[in-house]
């Protein structure tokens, strides 16, 4: 049973910085690709951050929503089994529950985690 954990969140004023962690309980880099996603109140989940895995670390992939380009930046650390997302000059508008999820091409499995309140008052 694979696992994923986030931690990070909490409450911090427009401007502030975060850094928000994704520990699993799997082997990352056997992983296609993770990334984090947001759902806000009354909004469906959304993409924020995507790291597409490939034979080298050089030729990898991140992509990010335009809403959080150039603020955010979504980064591994396969020693650890750790995902993070580096999140600066936050908004009002980033407030919602960040989710951390890794997707395996092989198997077509997806796992989520049980996500991580991110709260920016203005």
């Known amino acids: 049973q694979v696992h994923l954990v986030e931690s990070g969140g909490g409450l911090v004023q427009a401007g502030g910085s975060l850094r928000l962690s994704c520990a699993a309980s799997t082997d990352l880099s056997n992983w296609y690709s993770m990334g984090w996603h947001r759902q806000g109140p009354g909004k469906p989940r959304e993409l924020v951050a995507s790291?597409?895995?490939?034979?080298?670390?050089?030729?990898?992939?991140?992509n990010y929503a335009d809403s959080v380009k150039g603020r955010f930046t979504i980064s591994r650390d396969d020693a650890k089994n750790t995902l993070y997302l580096q999140m600066n000059s936050l908004k009002p508008e980033d407030t919602a529950v960040y989710f951390c999820m890794i997707f395996s091409a092989n198997t077509g499995r997806s796992v989520w985690g049980q996500g991580t309140q991110v709260t920016v008052s203005s």
């Open positions: 790291i597409i895995s490939k034979s080298s670390i050089s030729d990898e992939r991140t």
